[in-house]
């Protein structure tokens, strides 16, 4: 119960908030605590500006990616290949869930981004993703 009203606040100021392209651009990495190898995440994308997420993976982990909305898609980018080859996954043709334990060690970037017909729109959408490492 708590943590959906927590949401609601950072949603509500998420999306009456004045944000440049700049601050919406912005690369975090996903930090995991000992215990539990899982994260929600909540941010807002607007128009064609992206949210990029890091994270660390060793060789073997599982890495999951879910995000349940039908605006807002995710692609995943190796570390081991350049951004102009393509995403390892791309979430607008491959669907809202990712999942792979054949990773190598290294940085993988989590790009979360606004489907063509939002952003054109300019759109604001507020998103949930579930990061998990196994």
Do not use: W
């Not at 912005?26 to 605590?33: A, C, D, N, Y």
């Not at 599982?62 to 979430?91: M, Q």
């Amino acid at each position: 119960m708590k943590f959906k009203l927590c949401i609601s606040i950072i949603s509500s100021a998420l999306l009456f908030s004045p944000l440049t392209a700049k601050e919406l651009s912005i690369t975090k990495q996903i930090e995991f605590s000992k215990p539990t190898k899982e994260k929600t995440v909540v941010g807002l994308v607007k128009g064609f500006d992206s949210k990029r997420y890091e994270v660390k993976v060793n060789a073997h982990q599982s890495l999951t990616v879910d995000l349940d909305s039908d605006t807002v898609c995710f692609n995943i980018y190796s570390p081991y290949k350049k951004r102009e080859d393509g995403a390892l996954f791309r979430g607008k043709s491959q669907g809202k869930h990712f999942k792979s334990s054949e990773l190598k060690d290294g940085v993988y970037i989590i790009r979360v981004y606004l489907r063509t017909k939002e952003a054109e729109e300019d759109t604001k959408r507020i998103f949930e993703m579930q990061v998990g490492l196994q």
